[in-house]
């Protein structure tokens, strides 16, 4: 069986990485479950409902063979016309950043437009987006943390530089502890 987070490659070929990358969907727009990469089987488990009365507001799931601080794969929300299958891969191009302290911990977001929709594909960054979009992204987060008892601190939105440096660290960080075997769920 293929492992989402190990065995599939991030890159697209004949295009650059990080500009360019592979996502692997966890969670399609319009839902209300979280459902989250088991590391260990590589399959998708539900790990709650949320507990608020929202839905999140663009495709969620994460680049393969990543590392973020929060020791997970790096989070990536692609903007799409359409939900996504969860499991479904899928080629992205990021657009920006969203940084945010979760529990403590930094947590980034790459906002990111699935290359292939022909509404989003011409958005290139950010600030081609209408402003209102980011609003309802960064209520989402606070407003179903909050009810759930956790703190969070929601910050503005980064251009794609920013996101591209933090693409291109969690890639790293992913073959530094995996060669050290240090990462979870990876069998040796």
Same mark, same amino acid.
């Given at each position: 069986m293929v492992h989402p987070w190990h065995d599939v490659t991030p890159?697209?070929?004949?295009?650059?990485?990080?500009?360019?990358f592979q996502a692997v969907i966890e969670i399609p727009k319009g839902s209300s479950n979280k459902y989250e990469l088991d590391k260990g089987t590589g399959m998708l488990k539900l790990d709650r409902v949320l507990s608020s009365a929202v839905y999140y507001p663009a495709n969620y799931g994460f680049i393969p063979q990543t590392l973020a601080e929060d020791d997970d794969p790096l989070d990536v929300?692609?903007?799409?016309t359409e939900e996504i299958p969860a499991m479904c891969l899928c080629q992205a191009r990021a657009v920006g950043m969203m940084? =945010? #302290? *979760?529990?403590?911990? %930094?947590?980034?977001?790459?906002? +990111?437009?699935?290359? $292939?929709?022909?509404?989003?594909?011409?958005?290139?960054?950010?600030?081609?987006?209408?402003?209102?979009?980011?609003?309802?992204?960064?209520?989402?987060?606070?407003?179903?943390?909050?009810?759930?008892?956790?703190?969070? =601190? #929601? *910050?503005?939105?980064? %251009?794609?530089?920013?996101?591209? +440096?933090?693409?291109? $660290?969690?890639?790293?960080?992913?073959?530094?502890?995996?060669?050290?075997?240090?990462?979870?769920?990876?069998?040796?």
């Open positions: 890159a697209i070929q004949g295009l650059p990485l990080p500009q360019n929300l692609v903007y799409c940084t =945010m #302290v *979760d529990q403590g911990q %930094p947590d980034h977001k790459i906002i +990111a437009v699935l290359r $292939d929709d022909p509404i989003y594909s011409e958005r290139e960054k950010v600030s081609d987006f209408p402003r209102h979009i980011f609003k309802m992204l960064r209520r989402f987060f606070e407003d179903y943390k909050t009810l759930e008892g956790k703190e969070v =601190m #929601v *910050d503005e939105m980064l %251009p794609a530089e920013a996101a591209h +440096a933090i693409i291109e $660290d969690s890639l790293a960080r992913y073959w530094k502890s995996r060669q050290q075997g240090q990462i979870k769920g990876l069998k040796t």
